[in-house]
Structures are given as structure tokens and as C-alpha cells.
């Protein structure tokens, strides 16, 4: 008989220690012990729950701490683990779903789904804390295996308020996109302890986003005007929690779903009034929300193509000041020191038959020609082809000067320190550029004009005329981008206008 009671205390001390290992192999995660353990004692795992001091079976603890092959192995041994609840009255589903082990989770609903819909001490369910915890993808899973889940409160509020309290924007989305019958119930139902519909809360909270997507949706935005148990709507709440900037951005968002609103009752108005045509038909089509989309991102692409380097011009802002000071020095020299060169001092008319017709600093006094033209008098240190060819000289000094006064005004916007980045700043130094090399071309092609023998000129005019029309090709190109750019911009300011009105409507 003694030895009957050694032998039974030696089991019980075995199995204790059995349990314990157990435990620290739950801890672990270790699935060889686990395999062990089972192989040496079938009936561990059927011990659990009446012959242990432990509060948590090892599958709660290897669902809290995401170890996937020990739970696994656990649930295949006995599926009814899912089920054991530890001291907060929770399942193994409420820890891996506040964890968010989603493949623990899809174990669990395998092994035993029933257990998702279990309440712990709180009255919470699995789906309650993937909600509240912003688990996305358990959410799905335990939606998808058990939709009635969603009609489940805790505390009188249902999942689309958790979303809501918890700021959970992505899940309430999901929940949406779902569309399960109780979707449109639960998108305009109410909390048990002020009424308030999930508008009101967001309102509340000033969940700013939640806010934007609900007036999105047209059936919370049509519910919009429900009033909670003190009398007050979403919009009435906006104008009584203490005002800051995200308040105010509320206020501007109900501003634009009630424009929104009031252009689809007019949109519906005009259907019942209107008859369609094949024209309006066509009409309607061509603006098709794809169609838009499609011009919104063509022209986004365009915008992009279009879009003026700022910093690069930045960089070069030292290299284009020296590029337009060169130029302007050029110019000035070409003043200084004009083709064909100056009149010298001294210089006879050989056409005349005595010195009358000579100045006192030997110039060329004004005479008449044969034919009664009156030719200017030349004096010494004024240009040569300004008397020799007096309109093609004049026409190079004009063309010489714009590039000058053009190259000053460009180097001018450059020291200044200006931002480039200033899109008016980038267009009037892309027209100055433009303006002071154009010239600069134009003062050459004269000025070769002016120096060259009729019989050179001749040969060579062909090649003139290729460099001249090259030239404006490609002046042609430069300032077709840049009047592109200019409309896109000045397109851009305008639809941020109109949206401004109509935020303000």
C-alpha cells in the first residue's frame, strides 16, 4: 500500500514536471520539445485544463508571442485548445489578433472559427482589438470567416465607430469596399450612449481624413443631416468643439460636400428636365470619369516635361553672369571699335576741286550730289561704313544695342540675388537669353553684311540664309517651350482658383 502511494506521488511530481517543461517550451517555441513531450505523455495536452495551476494554456502563450509551427502543432494534437480561455476570459484568438500574427490567426479559424466570436471579460472580441490595434489583415481574415462578426458591439459601438475612435482610416475603407449587407446599417447606425452615427465622432475626435472619406461616400454624406440624442448634427458639432486649424479644415470640408451635394441634385434636376441626345450622349461619355483621369494624367506629365530646373539654374547662376558679361563686352567693343573702322584725320575729298568744301577739323562739309542729294559731312573719328552705307550701319547699331542693353539687364538679374527658382524670374531671364543672343546673331549677320565685297556676299549669301533660318528654328523651338510652360502654369493657377471658390461656395 505504501509503495502504491511513492509510485502515485512519483507521477504526479512526473507530470508536474512534464507540465512545466511544456510551458517553457510554449515560451520557446520549441516544436521537438513539444513533439517529445507528446510522444512520452499522449494525454499532456488533454491535462491542461484540469490538472494545471497555470492561468494561460501554451497556446495562448505561443499565439502571443507568434510562434507559428509550436501552435500549429499544438492545435493539430487538439483542435479544442482555440477554445480555452485564460483569466481575462480570453481566447488564443484575442492575443494573436491584438498581435496581429495573421497566420496564427488563419490557424485558429481552421482549427476552431467559432472561437472569433468569443467575448472576453470586456465583452471584446478578437475582431474588436485587430480594430482597435489597426491589424488590416487579421481584420479581413476574421471578417471573411465570420461576416455576422461585424453586427458585434463593445460598449454599444460597433466596428465602423472603433475605426472611427481609434483613427483607423485604411481598415474603415476596407470595410466599405466589402459591401456586406450590413455595410449601408452600419455606415448610418448609432452608438447606445449619445446617439451619435460615426459622422459625429469623427467630427468629435477631428479625425480630418475620416472626415474627407465619409462626406465621400454617398450614403454617409446623405445621412449627414441626422441629429444625435442632444438635438445636434455632424455640422453642428463642428461649430462648437474648440476651434484650431483642424477644426476649421472640417468646416471647409462640409463647406465643399454641401456644394458637392447640391451639384448633384442640380446634375439630377437637369436629367429629368433635359432629353439626351446622341450629341449629349457623346458628350457625357467623352467626360467619363476614365476620360478625365486620362487628361488629369496627360497633362501631369506635361507638367512634369515643362517643369523649369530651379536649382540647376541656381548653380549656374555664376556661369550665366559671365556668359552675359562676355557678351555685353563684346558689344561695347564693337562700339569702340566699329567694322571698317573710323574716318582718319586729314582725309581728302578727291572729288573736290578745291579746299572749300573742307572743316577746320577736316571734314567733309555737305555738298550736293548730282543727282540733288545732300550727303552728310564725314569728319575724322566716326565710323567708315556709317558714311558708306549709312541704313545697313544704322540697322547694325540697333540690333548691337538690344544685345548690349539685353545682356546688362540679364547679368543685372543675376547678381541681384534673386531666386531662380521664381517661375517669373525663370521666364524673363529665358526671354533676356533669348533676346541678347538673337541680337547678337542679328549684329553679326550685319555686320558681315557691312564688311564683306559684293562679289564674297553673293557667293556666300546661300550660307547666310541656312544660318539665318537655323536660327530661328531653333528660336522658334526655345520659345514655343517656353509659352507651353507658361499656359500649363497659368492653367494650374486657374483650377486652384476654381477649387478655391468652390471650397467656399
Known amino acids: 500500500m505504501e509503495s502504491m502511494k511513492v509510485e502515485i506521488a512519483y507521477h504526479h511530481h512526473h507530470e508536474e514536471e512534464n507540465m512545466k517543461v511544456l510551458y517553457e517550451a510554449s515560451y520557446q517555441g520549441s516544436v521537438s520539445i513539444l513533439n517529445a513531450l507528446i510522444q512520452n505523455d499522449p494525454l499532456i495536452l488533454h491535462r491542461i485544463s484540469s490538472q494545471t495551476i497555470f492561468v494561460e494554456t ?14 500549429k502543432t499544438l492545435l493539430t494534437h487538439k483542435p479544442k485548445l482555440a477554445l480555452e480561455l485564460n483569466s481575462f476570459q480570453s481566447t488564443a484568438f484575442h492575443l494573436a489578433s491584438a498581435e496581429g500574427h495573421v497566420e496564427i490567426v488563419k490557424e485558429l479559424l481552421l482549427a476552431c472559427d467559432e472561437a472569433c466570436l468569443v467575448s472576453d471579460q470586456q465583452g471584446m472580441i478578437p475582431l474588436h482589438y485587430a480594430v482597435m490595434r489597426g491589424r488590416f489583415e487579421v481584420v479581413i481574415e476574421l471578417i471573411r470567416a465570420k461576416p ?20 483607423r482610416l485604411k481598415i474603415l475603407k476596407a470595410l466599405v469596399e466589402l459591401d456586406t449587407p450590413h455595410t449601408y446599417e452600419l455606415l448610418i447606425s448609432r452608438d447606445l450612449d449619445g446617439k451619435n452615427t460615426i459622422l459625429h465622432l469623427a ?39 474648440p476651434q484650431d486649424l483642424k477644426s476649421l479644415e472640417i468646416e471647409l470640408i462640409f463647406m465643399n460636400a454641401t456644394c458637392i451635394k447640391r451639384d448633384e441634385k442640380k446634375r439630377m434636376e437637369n436629367a429629368h428636365q433635359t432629353p439626351v441626345t446622341d450629341e449629349a450622349a457623346f458628350d457625357q461619355a467623352a467626360a467619363s470619369p476614365k476620360t478625365k483621369r486620362k487628361r488629369r494624367k496627360i497633362f501631369e506629365c506635361m507638367g512634369k516635361w515643362f517643369k523649369h530646373n530651379g536649382d540647376w539654374l541656381e548653380e549656374m547662376r555664376g556661369n550665366l553672369s559671365l556668359v552675359a558679361t562676355v557678351i555685353a563686352t563684346m558689344t561695347f567693343q564693337v562700339v569702340i571699335n566699329p567694322p571698317g573702322s573710323f574716318i582718319q584725320q586729314g582725309l581728302v575729298d578727291p572729288n573736290a576741286k578745291s579746299s572749300d568744301n573742307m572743316g577746320p577739323l577736316d571734314c567733309l562739309l555737305p555738298k550736293d550730289d548730282n543727282d540733288g542729294s545732300v550727303i552728310d559731312e564725314a569728319c575724322p573719328g566716326e565710323a567708315m561704313l556709317a558714311s558708306r552705307e549709312p541704313d545697313a550701319f544704322r540697322i547694325f547699331v540697333i540690333y548691337n544695342t538690344i544685345s548690349f542693353v539685353a545682356s546688362l539687364g ?31 546673331a542679328l549684329t553679326y549677320f550685319n555686320g558681315l553684311f557691312l564688311i564683306s565685297p559684293s562679289k564674297v556676299w553673293d557667293s556666300t549669301a546661300e550660307v547666310y540664309n541656312v544660318a539665318a533660318w537655323t536660327w530661328v528654328a531653333l528660336l522658334g523651338v526655345v520659345g514655343l517651350y517656353i509659352i507651353v510652360g507658361v499656359v500649363i502654369w497659368a492653367v494650374k493657377k486657374c483650377i486652384k482658383i476654381v477649387k478655391h471658390r468652390m471650397s467656399v461656395c
Open 58 to 71: 501554451p497556446l495562448h502563450i505561443s499565439a502571443l508571442l507568434g510562434h507559428l509551427e509550436f501552435s
Open 148 to 167: 455576422e462578426s461585424l453586427r458585434m458591439l463593445h460598449n454599444g459601438n460597433t466596428i465602423f465607430h472603433l475605426c472611427v475612435i481609434h483613427n
Open 203 to 241: 467630427v468629435m475626435f477631428k479625425q480630418v481624413e475620416i472626415v474627407r472619406y465619409l462626406l465621400s461616400v454617398p450614403e454617409t454624406r446623405e445621412v449627414a443631416n441626422l441629429e444625435n440624442c442632444m438635438g445636434y448634427t455632424a455640422h453642428d458639432i463642428v461649430k462648437r468643439i
Open 410 to 440: 540679364v547679368t543685372l538679374l543675376l547678381v541681384s540675388g534673386v531666386p531662380l527658382k521664381n517661375k517669373v524670374v525663370m521666364w524673363t531671364l529665358c526671354i533676356g537669353m533669348c533676346i541678347t543672343l538673337t541680337a547678337l
